[in-house]
């Protein structure tokens, strides 16, 4: 009995074998008569397939409904014979689905090119200069209100007072040195600019910067401004601080026509801001605005205008005395001691006086 089950077993397989059929065939392009190789062939709702190989050639097992696909094709379904199959694929445009990306496009910190040192976009690997530069991202995260915030974080760099003035590389570099998209000129000395309107701060270090028209060997701060965009985009910000730093900022920017010819871009910032000396205030306006026409691919004209107004105190800084002749006492006075403060100067004068008859009668 289990003899009988055996031979019917091979039987029906043997049968099974006969009736499945060999399929053959050759894939290739219809245009250039050329063999894919890769290309997919499957047996329609079936887990039967293979792909096709260099000559373009396939072979399996089976009936029914062939299709045939491949990256940049049409896809091809036709009835399988036991013949061989000669298939074309015809070429077509593929079409990618569009994909919206909301956000920064990079958050790095760091920018891998420059435009200071050669007026063009250049690699920083390929520059054969010094360069810090300030991204947008660390202006922003950083939360630097003012030119001096953002450009403490380059190396070499460091402010030199409370005023609009730094020291590079040891050097002192007063508002001369100080660019606005590659063009020199005339800075706040007493008081910093804002950065509302700022795209990145490049600073090229070392006497390169004579490039820039600059008289200062320590090196240039160049400032890029925000240039107008294609895309819709409106920001408003609000921030407050310590000394009483209250700050406003907008930021517009799109298309003006359908064909995104014409752009526009609108910077505004106010703000205001106390110190920690007596009687010391920064109240600064801005407004930025910009616009660009991109009649084609190869052509841009960009117009912009920045108005800044900035009223603010002097701050010479705080004085100190000495308890005897030759020394000098740091905390003498108050660091809140504000020296052009209203009705302190005759104060100022009788401690000096008194201090000065103190070290002449201890002599």
């Known amino acids: 009995m289990k003899k009988f089950y055996t031979i019917t077993f091979l039987f029906v397989l ?11 065939g050759r894939v290739v392009d219809t245009d250039t008569k050329s063999p894919i190789y890769g290309a ?25 409904i ?29 079409e990618l689905q569009a994909v919206e990306v ?35 991202e660390l202006i922003a995260d950083r939360q630097a209100f003012q030119l001096a915030d953002a450009v403490k974080v380059v190396s070499g760099v460091t402010p030199s ?5 730094y020291n590079i590389r040891g050097i002192s570099q007063n508002e001369e040195g100080q660019i606005i998209n590659g063009m020199r000129t005339r800075q706040f000395y007493f008081i910093q600019p804002l950065t509302s309107n700022i795209e990145r701060v490049e600073v090229l270090k070392g006497p390169a910067s004579i490039t820039m028209s600059s008289v200062d060997p320590g090196g240039s701060i160049n400032m890029v401004t925000k240039k107008p965009l294609a895309e819709t985009k409106r920001e408003i910000s609000l921030s407050a601080g310590s000394f009483s730093t209250l700050r406003a900022t907008l930021d517009f920017t799109g298309a003006l026509n359908d064909s995104k010819t014409l752009l526009y871009r609108l910077n505004g910032a106010y703000q ?14 801005l407004l930025s605005p910009s616009f660009t026409y991109k009649p084609n691919e190869k052509t841009s004209v960009n117009v912009e205008m920045d108005y800044e107004s ?41 401690i000096y006086l008194n201090h000065h008859a103190f070290a002449t009668n201890s002599t």
Do not use: H, W
């Open 310 to 350: 900035i009223n603010g105190n002097l701050d010479r800084g705080q004085p100190i005395f000495g308890a005897k002749a030759g020394e000098t006492e740091l905390n003498s006075t108050p660091i809140s001691l504000n020296l052009g403060a209203p009705k302190r100067l005759f104060c100022i004068q009788r």
């Open 102 to 136: 909301i956000g920064r496009k990079a958050q790095d910190y760091n920018s891998a090119y420059s435009f200071s040192a050669t007026k063009i976009a250049i690699s920083n690997l390929e520059l054969p200069q010094s360069l810090g530069t300030i991204t947008k």
């Open 161 to 165: 007072s409370f005023y609009n003035q």
């Open 66 to 94: 062939l299709e045939i696909s491949y990256v940049g094709y049409q896809k091809y379904v036709i009835p399988a014979t036991a013949s061989f199959m000669d298939i074309q694929l015809r070429s077509i445009s593929p």
């Open 272 to 285: 205001e801001a106390k110190s920690y000396r007596d009687l010391v205030n920064n109240n600064s306006f």
């Open 14 to 24: 043997f049968c099974m074998q006969v009736n499945a059929q060999t399929i053959r």
């Open 40 to 64: 997919s062939v499957q047996l329609k709702s079936t887990n039967i397939g293979t792909i096709t190989d260099s000559l373009g050639n396939f072979s399996l097992n089976g009936e029914g």
